[in-house]
Structure formats: structure tokens, C-alpha cells
């Protein structure tokens, strides 16, 4: 009898995400210009004009990894804000704490810590910001777990891939699951959740269609329900 619990299992796999990109921070960003063509910029801008950002809000950066869009939010707040980013690996941290040094952004502090878990207080912040992690950790829970630090009325922005889940983290897994199944499937889980969830919800597609900024306002904690079940995301 497996007696692992659904935390169990969330924490082994946040362990081996860890792992994984402890070894590719020295490479990340090359890889994500290299994949987007040199547009990911472009984009990264327009998720943080979609947060509608006011001088002196708080900011989390879930999953902020090297620390890409921390300088672009940072100017966004103005020094009377602030910004955190939370990452599990700690050589990506490295990478951001570099980057936020060059920039000159010293209202910006970086976390180790779990998005799974978020170690911060019910409704710390104004806005929540969150690129490249739905598809990387188990989208529900991260959800659930932003939407109880957020304050309501807090700004929200999801960005991320329209491909399968995990592919970034294990492409040769991607690969099998096509070759097994004969389809991709690119159903993000927790999409409707959050569709369901905010007010004022804009999704765009960006990068021929393979990238989507989702963003809305949270209304508080009575607004969703927790571990919604996923059809099709997209529709």
C-alpha cells in the first residue's frame, strides 16, 4: 500500500524541478531568447502593463527563476514598492540577485521557497505575478496558493507556454507522451480556475499562438473554489 500523501508527492517533485534547474540557470536565459526568437521581451512587458501596477504596491514574482521580469516590475512600483521573487532553485536566485544588482533595484528581495507552499501571510499582497510556472508545478495548487496571499482587488497575471505540460523541464517526456498517445496535450491545468475565479479576465495569445498572458482582478477568497476540475482550458 503506497501511503505517500498528495503533499508527499508534491514535495519529491518540487525537489527534482529544483535539481533540474539548478543545473540549467548558467543557460536559461540564452535558451529562453534562443526559443523565443528575441521576443520574449516584448511580451514580458505586456504581462507587467496587464498587473496595471500603482507606485507603492508589493509585488510577488512566483517562480521568478534568473530574474527577467524583476527589473521590469521593480521600475513598475517605484521605490515606495516593493518586490519579491520566489523561487526553489537557489543557482537561479544567484542568476536574479546578480541581475537585480546590475539594475539597480533595491526594492527587490529574492526568496528560496516553494510557489506549492508560498511561505507568506493570507492577503500580503497587491498583485501577483506568475510566468512560466503553471506548466512546471502543479498549476491548481500554485493557483490556490496565490490566490490565498493576494488581497482582494489584487492585479493577476498567469503567462505561459501553450505546450505540454512539463516540456521545459523534461522534453524526452513530452516526446514519449507523442509518440504514446499521438497528440501533444497542452490543456494547462487550473486555466478554467482561474477564468472561473477573477473579474475583468483578458486572455491573449502571443509568439504565433505558443504563449498566452492571462490576467484579472481577485475578488477574494469566496470568489473561487478550490481544486476546480479541468476540461478544455482553452475554450
Known amino acids: 500500500m503506497n501511503s505517500k500523501t498528495w503533499q508527499d508527492v508534491l514535495c519529491s517533485e518540487s525537489r527534482v524541478i529544483a535539481s533540474l534547474y539548478n543545473r540549467r540557470a548558467g543557460e536559461y536565459d540564452a535558451l529562453v531568447h534562443i526559443l523565443s526568437l528575441g521576443l520574449d521581451l516584448?511580451?514580458?512587458?505586456?504581462?507587467?502593463?496587464?498587473?496595471?501596477?500603482?507606485?507603492?504596491?508589493?509585488?510577488?514574482?512566483?517562480?521568478?527563476?534568473?530574474?527577467?521580469?524583476?527589473?521590469?516590475?521593480?521600475?513598475?512600483?517605484?521605490?515606495?514598492?516593493?518586490?519579491?521573487?520566489?523561487?526553489?532553485?537557489?543557482?537561479?536566485?544567484?542568476?536574479?540577485?546578480?541581475?537585480?544588482?546590475?539594475?539597480k533595484c533595491p526594492n527587490v528581495s529574492l526568496i528560496l521557497g516553494n510557489a506549492l507552499d508560498i511561505p507568506f501571510e493570507d492577503s500580503s499582497f497587491d498583485a501577483i505575478f506568475c510566468d512560466y510556472l503553471l506548466s512546471t508545478l502543479s498549476a491548481s495548487r500554485v493557483i490556490e496558493e496565490a490566490f490565498r496571499v493576494a488581497r482582494k482587488g489584487a492585479?493577476?497575471?498567469?503567462?505561459?507556454?501553450?505546450?505540454?505540460?512539463?516540456?521545459?523541464?523534461?522534453?524526452?517526456?513530452?516526446?514519449?507522451?507523442?509518440?504514446?498517445?499521438?497528440?501533444?496535450?497542452?490543456a494547462l491545468p487550473g486555466i478554467k480556475l482561474?477564468?472561473?475565479?477573477?473579474?475583468?479576465?483578458e486572455v491573449t495569445s502571443h509568439h504565433g499562438g505558443l504563449i498566452f498572458i492571462l490576467s484579472g482582478i481577485f475578488q477574494g477568497p469566496d470568489s473561487y473554489a478550490a481544486g476546480s476540475q479541468e476540461e478544455n482550458p482553452f475554450y
Open 42 to 103: 516584448h511580451y514580458r512587458k505586456v504581462a507587467v502593463e496587464r498587473l496595471h501596477l500603482q507606485a507603492g504596491a508589493r509585488v510577488l514574482d512566483l517562480g521568478c527563476g534568473t530574474g527577467l521580469d524583476l527589473p521590469l516590475l521593480s521600475r513598475a512600483v517605484g521605490h515606495q514598492g516593493e518586490v519579491v521573487g520566489l523561487d526553489l532553485s537557489r543557482k537561479m536566485l544567484q542568476m536574479a540577485r546578480q541581475r537585480i544588482y546590475q539594475k
Open 194 to 201: 482561474l477564468k472561473s475565479s477573477l473579474s475583468s479576465v
Open 155 to 186: 492585479h493577476m497575471m498567469f503567462a505561459d507556454d501553450r505546450l505540454p505540460s512539463g516540456w521545459f523541464a523534461s522534453p524526452l517526456k513530452a516526446m514519449g507522451e507523442f509518440v504514446r498517445t499521438g497528440y501533444f496535450n497542452c
